[in-house]
């Protein structure tokens, strides 16, 4: 009896495990489900990301160049070092400026000399004239006497009184007054002329002064530019030149570059973004950046600057496969 029992017990625990292996086996068999999430009906904000790459900047960086030639005599800071403004970097060879100014110092002398000189001819111009004018008013006055006494004798001559050469002495005197005058009238004339032009040498010798005065503080200028100061606070991020070497001037020409001074206070970075994502970017934008240079570091940005402009069409030829690239500036 118990042999059947258990006979029939082994049946029953057989029959579960090939019903469980067939269950197994056909819900195997069935197509899976696809999940569904739910969540409540709201408004939101689709945000857009798009992805650049660039490179990062100092905002601020200036290109210092020497307004005149010459040769580095000083130099007073290296590559790295701190930098105050208005410190001094470095100084040219002032001799020649120096000499320059000297001669420009002798120019003003000279044309103050000029002038002087000029003026004392005016004013000896001027007493000329005026003793010419004097002479003129005299002249006038005995013209006038001899007239009067001409005519009183040609009246004399009709009544008998006097002879014919009283009458022909009073003529001549009159007419030798005439003449007079006429000579003074010239000489005012000339002595005015000569006083006029004095006046205009004076003038001359003015501006021969201002020139010159000119001319002075434009050396002077060349000779305070051979001291080149720092326009800005930062850190001398490049140093082109060595002391000894010759640097070209800016005041004619591009001139030689000497050194850069950064501000990395405030960085940027300057990314290119195609033509068919910059329409999504405007200025405002938050941006994260990461740097090779800090794998596990990501830094916040605010899109400040957007190029007007590709920053690839001064390219020599541009085809239709070439991708248009617009440089966008982000604060750091």
Do not use: C, H, W
Request: hydrophobic share 40%; net charge positive.
């Amino acid at each position: 009896m118990a042999n059947i029992k258990n006979k029939n017990l082994f049946i029953v625990i057989g029959s579960l495990i090939l019903l469980a292996i067939v269950g197994f086996y056909l819900k195997s068999k069935q197509k899976k489900g696809i999940i569904v999430y739910t969540t409540k009906v709201e408004k939101r904000n689709i945000q857009e990301t798009v992805l650049a790459s660039g490179k990062i900047y100092p905002k601020t960086e200036v290109k210092i160049s020497s307004d005149v030639s010459g040769e580095i005599v000083e130099l007073y800071v290296k590559e790295g070092d701190t930098i105050k403004a208005n410190q001094l970097l470095a100084r040219i060879n002032p001799d020649a400026y120096a000499s320059a100014v000297e001669r420009g110092r002798a120019s003003v002398n000279s044309a103050k000399a000029q002038e002087a000189n000029s003026r004392a001819q005016a004013e000896g111009a001027k007493a000329r004239k005026i003793q010419a004018e004097a002479q003129l008013e005299q002249i006038n006055a005995q013209l006038k006497n001899t007239k009067s006494i001409f005519d009183r004798n040609k009246s004399l001559l009709k009544k008998g009184v006097i002879s014919q050469a009283d009458y022909d002495a009073a003529e001549a005197a009159y007419l030798a007054a005439v003449a007079n005058k006429k000579s003074a009238q010239a000489s005012v004339a000339s002595a005015t002329a000569s006083y006029n032009s004095a006046l205009q040498s004076v003038k001359a010798a003015g501006f021969n002064i201002n020139n010159a005065v000119a001319a002075l503080k434009e050396m002077n200028t060349s000779l305070q530019r051979t001291s080149i100061f720092a326009p800005m606070a930062g850190i001398l991020s490049k140093l082109s030149v060595e002391k000894g070497e010759r640097v070209v001037g800016t005041i004619q020409m591009a001139g030689t570059e000497m050194m850069r001074i950064s501000d990395f206070s405030v960085m940027e970075a300057q990314v290119d973004v195609s033509e068919t994502n910059v329409l999504q970017v405007n200025p405002g934008n938050k941006a994260t950046i990461e740097i090779d240079a800090y794998p596990d570091r990501k830094f916040k940005g605010t899109v400040a600057e957007i190029g007007n402009s590709a920053n690839n069409l001064s390219s020599i030829s541009v085809n239709s496969d070439q991708v248009t690239n617009f440089t966008i500036k982000i604060i750091v």
